[in-house]
């Protein structure tokens, strides 16, 4: 059967067992591979269209009045599908509506075999940044004409299928194989397919040239990009001239360049840093250029030398668009031969050798499980990094690939043929050999505290994003412990009879149950588990009662409860930490009945050192556990740390976090970073207040000696491009006014909307207010002339809702923590940032009031030193949202007015560009607004 009929549907909403209605049919049939016959025809849904489904396709009520009913096309619509395949983007929806029409007409549901393309699409397109038909017809270049409406759905559908269809057509027979053995798991009927590529390779001798095999697994060949080592003649400031001057290469191979003076000042302050052996804070504020700007000294620094440079970034963004944007136009750039390598932690690579092991096992797995592994199989044939953040893994998917991490290796074998395939060796291994190291806070810090043993060796540094280095040191020196990670490590192990760790591994070995060994396994486990739950519901308990008079939560949304050993004295209290005593105890029981069982499995014939390495893995992850309670409850509390319980008061009575971290990072960060490194280049956007970098010297432990200062300023014209206004009319929060106050918010967004068409990013600083502003809005707002999207409550990744928040013409984004920086929206998609509260770190958040009072015993002034300076630059980022390129306008709109009364308002003020300020009543801001724009 080599007949495929695509279906796509436009509704009025999207469940028929909701008496939802097909308002339109597209069908286009492909037979041999070509497109042979379409069918199109409204549908009259004998009820109301919503707006939203007409704004959506188009379609409204008037369109449909004379078109005919389903019944009247249901027996066409039903021929033609005969003996076919189903095609469609999302067949559960399609067919389900199909068949609702056919089963209330008393006619057969259609049986016919079918292939989804969206699960088609992951699995042969893991890298494809959404799977919606139309970004991913966009990310393979498949021309959509008319997106929403049905044939024209259906059309793009039928190409993108063919495009998959060939695509199988160029897979290894190994990949094959092991599809052709999940296929029965999946939702689209993909054996045929499968079968005769399958079929097709097994009698044929070509093998690609691009892949290599081996343990049945198919994966891209790695090339090496070897470069050879010229010597460097040109001194620093004629291979400047060559790149900025007005015949340089900046103008040859950028379009459009503008000439930004700032650009090469950082270059030269950066390459005489490094000559000086000095360490640089360089705050290079929007439009400079700042990524280009330290790429170049770098290179030439590191190739001059012969040493390598590492340069770390916060976000994988950045990472993403230094490798794929910034290194390939440098290379263009400057004629200097060079290599740049990329490292991350263990856990972002795949071990091969731990997922040819996976497939091998016969192990019954749910759906998201055996779709990873589809996933995983047709990525290796095109993946050079093996690095598991270049494809979206379904939800339960990155459980199961924590199994496949070279992190659950163990200590790798290196005359294992493994090794030598190994994915994270060979990033290794390119960072050794790389004049400059892109790399990661996270794994810098690692690397930091662990004498230097993850990162080959280096001298001097650019850390980028270096406002977030102080706050991921210090969580990579604390710690973090909650309910579900522990219960989660606990239940991975499991019971004798349950099918988890240690009950397959029973099965496996074919061990008798009644095993002296594991006769008071289940007991034990079983109190453990109970224990578990009994600490984390007493803590619950005692920090909901120590609140109960304090009804003030915190910006996330959570009770917050800072404790110190030395000062928890309650019996209560007492009770706690008895019970986490007690917890130890029985963890410590089940590593030595594992330790026990390990050393019976040993002695086996058969005993597989992957199941070995699986049980160190759990022992190492007990004794984990183990350390984090007993550093919590146990240990005292030093004076350099803070600890502290978050509880979710309206969460399960388990809900329950548990941190830890140092209240002052600099001493650290002195000793084990900027001592021991001959040059650290730091830089950000925002590192100043108030053109003063003595707040993040404090912060970092950077003594002003040794270390370069400069600012540059952004080339854009923000007198021109900004009007920064404050109302002078909203009611004072201060004296309990919230809802009146977010009653104004909500007035002025509506009344700012309608001037900039939507196109506003509105920022919080509580998810308490975001919620209760888009509750209001929600009421008010015209939903069919404005997209209102709101973090936490719009479903998706920040990136996926600023997607959204581009893809509609008119749209409204309430964001609040992670979207006051890193998010790029340039041109006119952006034209309002509305900045709710000026972003002060709530004064009773555990690590404020730690670091507060260490300030305090200092003799320091906390507000000045740590609240004021945190706020300014928060404050910097989220301003930094508005003008993205030397053509953006916009209108900064700050509720708070704090920022003109308060005495300490010009420090935000004097923090960020020059800009016209405009105090006065909402009315008159919003009618200047309308003028400006």
């Not at 190739?303 to 944007?325: D, G, H, N």
């Not at 044939?381 to 093996?386: A, I, K, P, Q, R």
Request: hydrophobic share 35%; aromatic share 10%; charged share 25%.
């Amino acid at each position: 059967m080599d007949k495929y009929v695509v279906i796509d549907l436009e509704t009025t909403g999207h469940s028929p067992a909701k008496s939802d209605k097909i308002i339109e049919v597209g069908l286009v049939i492909i037979e041999d591979d070509v497109i042979v016959d379409e069918f199109s025809t409204l549908l009259n849904p004998n009820q109301p269209i919503p707006p939203f489904i007409s704004n959506l396709t188009g379609i409204h009520d008037e369109d449909v009045a004379y078109a005919p009913t389903f019944h009247e096309q249901a027996s066409d619509i039903a021929e033609m599908c005969k003996d076919s395949y189903l095609i469609a983007h999302n067949v559960p929806f399609d067919l389900g509506f199909i068949n609702e029409e056919f089963a209330g007409l008393g006619m057969e549901r259609l049986t016919n075999p079918v292939i989804d393309t969206v699960e088609l699409a992951r699995i042969l397109y893991p890298q494809s940044p959404s799977f919606k038909l139309g970004q991913l017809t966009e990310y393979l270049d498949i021309h959509h004409s008319d997106p929403h409406r049905a044939l024209s759905d259906a059309f793009v559908t039928a190409k993108l299928f063919l495009k998959m269809k060939q695509k199988i057509n160029q897979l290894p027979f190994e990949t094959v194989s092991h599809l052709l053995h999940l296929e029965k798991s999946l939702k689209s009927d993909l054996s045929h397919l499968l079968d005769e590529r399958h079929h097709a390779l097994a009698f044929s001798l070509q093998k690609r040239d691009d892949m290599d095999t081996y343990g049945g697994l198919a994966y891209k060949k790695m090339v090496d990009h070897s470069v050879t080592e010229d010597e460097i003649e040109t001194p620093f400031g004629i291979y400047l001239d060559d790149i900025y001057e007005t015949n340089g290469s900046m103008h040859q191979f950028m379009d459009n360049y503008e000439k930004r003076s700032g650009q090469r000042e950082m270059s030269e302050t950066i390459y005489d840093a490094f000559q000086s052996k000095s360490h640089a804070l360089i705050e290079a504020e929007t439009g400079t250029g700042k990524s280009l700007a330290y790429l170049i000294p770098a290179i030439y620094e590191a190739a001059l030398t012969q040493k390598r440079i590492i340069i770390s970034t916060y976000t994988t963004q950045l990472q993403s668009q230094l490798l794929e944007e910034e290194i390939p136009l440098i290379s263009k750039l400057v004629s200097i031969p060079f290599k740049v390598a990329l490292l991350k932690g263990k856990q972002h690579y795949i071990s091969l050798e731990k997922f040819a092991h996976e497939l091998a096992s016969e192990q019954q797995e749910n759906y998201d499980v055996i779709l990873t592994k589809a996933m995983i199989l047709v990525w290796l044939t095109e993946t050079e990094t093996g690095d598991i953040d270049e494809i979206q893994l379904p939800s339960s998917g990155y459980l199961f690939y924590k199994k496949i991490s070279t992190d659950s290796e163990g200590i790798m074998d290196p005359h294992s043929p493994w090794f030598s395939r190994s994915f994270y060796q060979k990033a290794r291994k390119k960072a050794q050999q790389a004049n400059v190291v892109i790399t990661n806070h996270a794994l810098l810090c690692t690397d930091m505290f662990n004498d230097y043993q993850f990162l080959p060796a280096y001298e001097k540094a650019i850390v980028d994003e270096a406002h977030h280095l102080e706050e991921t040191a210090s969580k990579h020196y604390g710690l973090k412990l909650d309910y579900v990670t522990l219960q989660y490590s606990l239940n991975q192990i499991g019971t004798i009879e349950e099918d988890n760790f240690i009950g397959k591994l029973i099965k496996k070995y074919s061990v008798d149950e009644n095993h002296p060994l594991l006769e008071k396994w289940n007991d034990m486990y079983g109190i453990t588990k109970h224990e578990t739950d009994d600490l984390f519901r007493t803590i619950f308990q005692y920090v909901y009662t120590q609140h109960k008079n304090d009804k003030s939560l915190s910006d996330i949304g959570r009770i917050q409860y800072r404790f110190d050993l030395g000062k928890e004295n309650s019996a209560k209290w007492n009770t706690v930490v008895e019970m986490a005593t007690r917890l130890t105890f029985f963890l410590r029981d089940l590593i030595h009945m594992l330790s026990n069982f390990k050393e019976y499995l040993e002695k086996m014939e058969h005993y597989d050192r992957f199941d070995n390495e699986d049980i160190l893995n759990c022992m190492n992850q007990l004794q984990s556990l183990i350390d984090r309670v007993e550093k919590l409850f146990i240990m005292e509390t030093p004076k350099t740390e803070v600890k502290w319980i978050e509880i979710e008061a309206s969460g399960a009575r388990n809900a329950v976090y548990l941190y830890s971290e140092p209240t002052d990072i600099s001493d650290f960060l002195h000793e084990d970073f900027f001592a021991k490194k001959k040059s650290v280049i730091l830089t950000s956007a925002t590192l100043t207040m108030k053109s003063s970098f003595s707040f993040i010297q404090d912060r970092l432990g950077l003594q002003s000696e040794n270390v370069v200062t400069m600012k540059i300023n952004s080339p854009f014209s923000y007198e021109n491009q900004v009007q920064l206004m404050v109302p002078n009319d909203f009611p004072d929060i201060k004296y309990g006014n919230m809802d009146d106050f977010i009653y104004s918010v909500c007035e002025a967004i509506l009344s700012l909307a309608e001037v900039t068409k939507g196109r506003m990013l509105v920022l919080f600083t509580s998810y308490e207010m975001l919620r209760k502003s888009y509750t209001l809005l929600k009421e008010t707002i015209d939903i069919n002339s404005y997209m209102l999207i709101a973090q936490g409550i719009s479903s998706g990744s920040r990136a996926r809702l600023k997607k959204n928040f581009q893809t509609f013409d008119q749209s409204i984004l309430l964001g609040t923590s992670s979207f006051w920086e890193g998010v790029d929206i340039p041109g006119e998609d952006l034209s309002c940032l509305m900045i709710v509260r000026l972003p002060f770190q709530p004064p009773n958040h555990p690590i404020y009031e730690a670091k507060s009072s260490y300030l305090k015993q200092k003799g320091k002034n906390a507000f000045m030193e740590l609240s004021l300076p945190n706020a300014v630059i928060r404050f910097k980022q989220g301003f930094g949202r508005l003008i993205r390129s030397s053509s953006d306008r916009g209108i900064v709109f700050v509720c708070d007015a704090r920022i003109i009364k308060a005495r300490y308002g010009k420090y935000f003020i004097d923090s960020i560009p020059n800009v016209p300020i405009t105090h006065d009543s909402t009315q008159q801001l919003i009618e200047k607004a309308e003028k400006w724009f």
